[in-house]
């Protein structure tokens, strides 16, 4: 099978339950939470691919959605991704505060090349708006890290923000290239290694070796 | 006589001489030390009191009931409460005779990371998290509070006495275990939660909670016995054995402590102990590995899905999955459309649930004949002097002391505190 893209990049979307961060990855990868894209094996519904100069990324993004309170399962998705956005409501003062336990969330489990950006959801409701732009900068610009605000509702900065993300990631991982190539090989041999009991049986079907 | 007196009164007659009781002597003692400061079973943090008796099967936390809750000063003082699950932080202040104006609420973690309750929020016992307390002060003191050193966790391991336990017995226990909270959580418990308590503020999530948190505890577990041995060779048999008993765990068919112990194993303050793992056999290596990808999320958690559909009732699900899927079939899909109910919505949300009640349609029967002792023990049958953690002659006290060491387990949940560990063993 031809490959569709060049490169595969995980990001994870991180931020208190309730800032809309379903509704992002909803918005940005243009899809309806159809029934078979979540019960069916091997649709992945979180994956879009970007063309950022002229490389072609295959974006995986991960969402920590419903499982907040399993802090060991969501701080290994850390470990994981290349790139992480996090989100914060700006309806909603204490979302913003607590950026700075998911900041250090990450610096404590997260590799040192992971790059973040910084996001302020919800952006469309003005008057319920209780943290102003100039806030979210300020704490962006203190953790050296980009910012946008979007809205998931009127489809305001949400592919820039995920297109930044990419596009920081690809080039920080640009001299390691070579390695993300490796891990995606990783998965396609762990993968078989799952398989090891199905093993017996892929004598009858040995071209099955691709999951994308 | 609450547990802890039992044992160390048990253990005292019979355990004499023997260096691996003696410790866990001392780790129950600290156990029972909690308990009497604490008023509650700490792995239920904050909810019901433990018996008086011996171990006993976990019962539901139904709404109203009353659940002891312990509320400490910034000196570590405390009040125990006994208060109905779903008082709020202001019934809970208004039986302290506080004046709301003047005092706060906090939650306090093992990290010493702070949150302000608000004055609304309810059956706040139930949402802790692991080593998670709650501390009452006044708005300035609010920055210094210090985590208790109960919530720091043990600074000692535990080996002495895994060591002695065979990885079945800890398995099956660790199994038996999550029968009881898994049982005791009714599967509309998912729906509350991923609908949010705001829309269901009478129908508490506790079961449900105490399910999630003894995962978490299994999880910090592994990771908090591994970074506090600082012997290399007993460390590498500690791996091990926890990699055993992920084993039998997953031929139990129990995905929640499976995975549970597996996120202790890749952990990351686990996965850098590079010298340690070298040690372990590239046979058992190749297993881990294999185990390690049912938790990759690639492919939306395909390996997993792939794994759990094999399985047939009664098992443990892993319920990360289920409440993921909930979520996103509840988010992204709209309970009304014009003006008629969403069935199919509604439909999906059916069939994740009833996923979860089919698994145990069946009665779980014990893997391990050692396990049939848990019966004997709820039925108090007399006790055999005879105390050893051998696999082929564990008497029913023997028994007892596991099952109690099992569901009473002390962890580090600071990852940063894991993670200095882990560098002070393997620099």
Redesign the interface.
Known sequence: MAKEYDVLLRLMLLGDS?VGK??LL?RFTD???H?SH??T??????MKTLDIDGTRVRV?I??????E?????T???Y??AQGILLVYDVTNEHSFQHIV?WAS?VD??APEQVMRILVGNKCDEEERRRVTTEQGDKLAKSYGMDFFETSAFSNHNIKESFSRLTEMALHANRKKLDGLWLSIND?LS??D??Q?EADRKVEENPERTC?? | MCFGAFLKQKLAKQAKGHAHLSMLRRYIGARRHLLLDNGHQPSIRGCHQLDQSLVRMSQPIRVKDKVLQKVFRHDHSFVSLRMPLNASVEDVMAAMKIPARDHILVKVKSSGVREQLKMDARATSSFLGLNERIFLCTADQADKLTPLQEQLGPDMNTIYALENMSSKIIAAQLTSYDWELFNAMHETELLYYVLGKKKFPNSPTANLERFIQRFNEVAYWVATELCLCADQAKRARLLKKFITIATILYSHHNMNSFTAVMYGLTNSAVSRLHKTWKKVPNKMKKRFRRYEHMLDPFSNHEAMRQVVAKLSPPYIPYLPLILKDLTFIHEGNKSYRNGLVNFEKMSMIAKNLRTVKDCRNQPYLPISPQNNLMDKMFLKSPLKQKLTFSDQSLSVEGAQIICLYIRNLKVIDDQRKLSQLSRNIEP
């Open positions: 309730g379903t509704c909803w899809g309806d939470f029934p979540i019960s094996i091997g649709i992945d519904f979180k995986q991960w969402d920590t959605a419903g499982q309170r399993y802090q060991t399962v701080k290994q998705y470990r994981r336990k969330d404590e489990c998965d762990t993968e290694l799952l090891e999951v994308c």
